[in-house]
């Protein structure tokens, strides 16, 4: 049995991993997620280190950042400079912005410093293919902590489904949007990124603790992808 239970209100892309994305009013999608997401890493052009900002200080200027696709090229800004591509002038500009040596390169590219041939860097998370947060989760955080700024930019998720529903109610089930399906397979374990300010959202501690308290840590849920398609805003989501 089929039930539409919502539609696409945001779909989002994230070029490089831990800096803020892009939104979209279609993508293509494969069976690793959104075309393009994800394929670039922050790292620490020294040691190979990948940014991790939700439990490393020094990496928290990384939230600051966002990044943008043009074509098959990744854009990376801040707040004093825009789109700068992938290269020489964005490492300086990182190095200079985070205090050390870093700059974006290619998920797989090789490590170097020293290190096997084979080693290659990789992500320090790769759950599933796609995220997905929905409205009723976002609007009932936020009416138990109204003095803190809910958005769903601290959560990240790539497709944000318009709904009355509770996503971690979906686990299991098959899910069909647009002309892509899967199924719903785990909910989200949400990290001090959460919490963290971002442009234009303040540093907010008693999100993280209220999702801790009231939702077992999680919000959102991962989803697998089983075949190619596109999502686009306004596609309505069907679960089986």
Request: proline share 7%.
């Amino acid at each position: 049995m089929s039930e539409t239970v919502g539609t696409i209100k945001e779909i989002w892309r994230y070029p490089v991993s831990s800096n803020g994305g892009e939104g979209l009013n279609a993508a293509s999608v494969g069976d690793d997620g959104i075309e393009g997401d994800r394929t670039h890493l922050l790292v620490d052009l020294d040691t190979g280190e990948v940014a991790s900002p939700e439990t490393t200080p020094r990496w928290r200027p990384a939230l600051m950042l966002s990044a943008c696709r043009c074509g098959d090229e990744v854009l990376v800004s801040s707040n004093t400079w825009k789109m700068k591509p992938i290269g020489p002038s964005l490492d300086v500009a990182l190095s200079e912005l985070m205090g050390f040596g870093c700059g974006v390169r290619p998920k797989d590219a090789p490590l170097g410093h020293g290190r096997p041939e084979a080693s290659k860097l990789q992500p320090r998370y790769d759950l599933a293919p796609l995220h997905f947060l929905t409205t009723k989760s976002l609007t009932d955080l936020a009416t138990l902590i109204p003095s803190s700024e809910v958005d769903r930019r601290r959560f990240r998720p790539n497709v944000v489904f318009e709904t009355e529903s509770h996503e971690e109610d979906w686990l299991g089930l098959g899910w069909a949007c647009g002309s892509v399906e899967g199924t719903i397979t785990e909910r989200t374990k949400r990290c001090g990124m959460t919490m963290i300010a971002q442009p234009g959202l303040p540093e907010e501690p008693e999100i993280l603790r209220t999702i801790v308290r009231e939702r077992a840590r999680c919000l959102g849920v991962y989803a697998s992808v089983a075949g190619a398609g596109r999502l686009s805003v306004g596609d309505r989501l069907v679960l089986s």
